[in-house]
């Protein structure tokens, strides 16, 4: 099987070269960068703009009262593959229900404990505000290496963000407007501004500041389907790297996706490594969410055509964390 | 400092002998115990009660749209010593900012990556219904060593109850209205049925079926001031065993406290190793929610006399664990 | 490609069905056993071979005092890939060079720490007494759920072997005596008690009671040229179930090899899974080395017509564990 | 209990200021300082004064065949109390005999597996070269932040030890020389060149250039009966700061002693953390052997009034690590 080739047509037609991600980055943060706009201190970045009146709305949005888990599994079937030392979750028992009848305790009583050893970003996950730099600078201008030390983020650390990530959510089922029969999008294809524009028209729902959106590819459905075989980190279905413009001109709070890294796979530039993200997450302040599963909630919402629902997505409140795994609940 | 010592005046008023724990056990588990009561494949135990209509009604206490983290931090100042292989989480980073110049991505793109290594139970968290037995006994009657083996557990991991526990949050806070001038119950303090009418009269909050109830102790507090010291597991004020009638006849969906394990500390039996939770998790099946931080909501109820929320405290979807970390959200 | 088969004719000509594994297993357990040899509380097994005796002769083979590591890197490009939660070693750090003069310290001094995640068995190794079971029983009979819970080996934990596994050490290099060009054997070539006898010869070695010997195959060095691949666990060269009574008769004990499961890969029955452990740990109580890298010091070997040493290979005291990394240290 | 006062007699007879560590550290380094001895890309330090001959010499005091393992324990009883991040290790099963006849595995075969989590500094091991810097500097002189980064050490790493760590041991056993009458020394002793130099004559065994060093102080043995209690690295018996000279005139290829440490703890500067390491690791370019259990060889060269071996202390051959956990073997 040949590996996918990522369109460049988006890109070409938004002026970039696709031989030149450097000078499309500078580009481009050079007119969406928020450094600075909520104060030298800041470190919550686009979250500032899910207020509570965003939230209220949200509240709203609970209908039927019906909950999903947009979380992928965490267990020894996922689709990391060693890359950066990235395995997926390792879960062992301390005790099991075959000791609970040795006695240990007193009463009749037993118990079952169990650790783990993951990384932050094996499965469903945010990327918190230290995860990526651009040219040595991370959110709101700061030095990175002043920022995240071995001792973790001192300043943007995932604790920061702990209370704020519930708000309205809104499912953009792109897999489903414009993906084949299934509802999926084939990987390498790119998702422009046009498409997340077409994909909210036809569901009839709004996208506006403050708001977390949930754009569904469909790869998630295939690959549950057909495994992950070699993955992490294969072609994908994702974000155009022109999509930076409509990420900042929405006020979104925070944008996560079916895939891997949110960006399509390959990406677009001839050699690139996830720029959007060094726009995204240094310059916007956004969170991303990476590996959600959002294919009951969008059958789900293509049933009674009601596309945004009360999201939280709360982070672990590690210390100095740059992501953290999550469960995000949608309730409509 | 000499050992607190806990008060049974409750537990032999109740007719219990505290030199017999396996006698009141197993009289209490006759009367209150669910098993079969939504059939013998049942995963979800007590959250059956948390029905859509409690959603609808836990969305309605939103009303300002504030948005509080009842997390504790997850790091190395934690309150596990060891005690069974528990240890406070270990969290490392697997590249930092101080990389980020080092060239090893390209377009100047620098990223930060971490792992972690933790106790499901080293900090804020649920116990789920695999994690404590009744004579060999999982919920429902199942035989625990058919249920948790070393691969996990098979029926009740907790990624059965992913998408449940989102509903209307209930904040008891007997610290305030019964402790001291701090709003804090001292060490040992076993707090009764009584006091949790009470409490919840001087709210003038209604407890009913499917609420996820937050008992605030104020031990946490104390802890906060004064450091954990040679915990886990020493003396703390906590539900008495007598209230297992009012954890079943209540029909609430689960129950999470600000301490260490729910419980009082020491228990009130003469040699007993949490009693309660023998009757709670596998006859009630009931969801216990441990080392909370109420502190900032119950401040925050104390000012607007409003103690219901929407309550959303997702546990991580790890497949077979008998317990999950969690960052549980409060919006009011 | 197409997988390799597994040759069945020394299996057939030894009169056992590849059809009936456990069948054979029982016919050579009920003829090599050693259950009761060195009376009912024994926990060393074969290493009651290894005398101070041994230790003397062992030491008599350093001749120019020139040592040798046989272990492979403990890194994330190692061979596992998860298989029964089994992943590389992650290896991170808790300070580095790059916090050297943050100024932690007092009086300049920095440093850097680290910690590691790992499965015991996830490359240079021993497999310990209590690894394998044949029909719930362990190594001298014990029942195998009595032996090894979740707290580990509480019988034959690898700690009661720590001081003994250094003695006398012989390498065959079946690849270098009956291996291609390279002095590789192919994948899926079973190694009869024959060609032991026959490298031996040709080494002009000795193969005697108490010694330790490692079987060089030369699948490492492949592996090291052209990659893991999709390893762990696929078709390699190794023993073929045959050999069992060699590893009797010869009393050697402990063997190693530079395959990731000594034995042949495929093994030789038609639905087996590793059948000669079933006899080597329970049954001879027999010490097994996996995924050693015997390639320096073969061609040493192979320069000095030398084939004996003195081995240290000290398994780390893991109170409980059933098998441990190592790095064992060949001195000629 | 009232902390032990660390006396500073041979510290200030040596001409140091107790108030003053940064300038005793310089003057000393001055004099001691092997950088470059080996070339500008020398990985071996000390190392490399343990020749050929000398594990000739050390093969040459094997004269019974019997073996002490010089480990202490790697469980949940270690001396680590969280500090930096330091746990004692964890060890989980994968598997246990519990699941032996739950018929997984073909004919009757059942496997136990198991998993650990650990600072590489929690129980008995070696600091590599890459562990401590002197104002930023590592081993010949390097600068720390090229060798140390969150890959690992990517010059120094342990790795490049792996085959050294075999050749003659000494044991200077100077809790029983110089101890009480249970052969230990109190808790802050600082342990001088003298004392060393009393201990070997009394012994009647000579230290020369290219010795594995092995200094037993007793604390192992008092801890090991009075418990860790709230170790790790509190007071306990070890080096003077002013056996640096010792360290360095007698040309030994490494030291380990029996404490958390090495050095006498409170140290002996009034505000210091381990100052002789700042000289030692990066100047020296020796290893360091910590929380070795010499207590049973010990009472074995009491006995037969030998204290030379041949000892193996290898170190896992861990990628990129700055120390290792190690089993040492020490065969006399």
New interface residues.
Partial sequence: MSAPVTDTTALRAAGFDPAK??DA?AAVAARVSRWGRWGADDVLGSLNLL??????EG??C????????L??????EGP???W???????????????????GE?????????????????C??QWDGL???????R?WNGR???????????RVTGI?TA?????GRGVLLDVGRVLGDERGELPDAYPITADDLEATHAAHGVAVGEGDLVCVRTGQYARTRREGWGGYAGGPAPGLSFTTADWLHDTGIAAVATDTWGVEVRPNE?D?????L??IAIPHLGLFLGEMWDLDALADDCAADHIHDF?L?A??????????S?????A?K
């Fill in positions: 991600p450097e980055i207020t509570a009146a965003k939230r209220l509240a709203a609970v209908r039927r009262g019906v909950a999903f888990s979380s992928q599994p965490f267990d020894a990391q593959r060693g950066r030392r990235r395995t997926n979750p390792v879960h062992t028992m301390l005790d099991t229900g075959r000791e609970a009848l040795d305790f007193p009463h009749g009583l037993g118990g079952a404990d169990d650790v783990i050893a993951m990384p932050l970003q499965s469903t230290g995860h990526i730099f651009d040219h040595g991370a030095a990175a290496a002043d920022v995240v030390t071995s001792a973790g983020d604790e702990a209370a704020h990530l519930a530039f050699d690139a490594f996830q720029p993200h060094q009360f939280t709360a982070p672990l409140r590690i210390t100095g964390a740059v992501g795994p999550v469960n995000p609940i309730v």
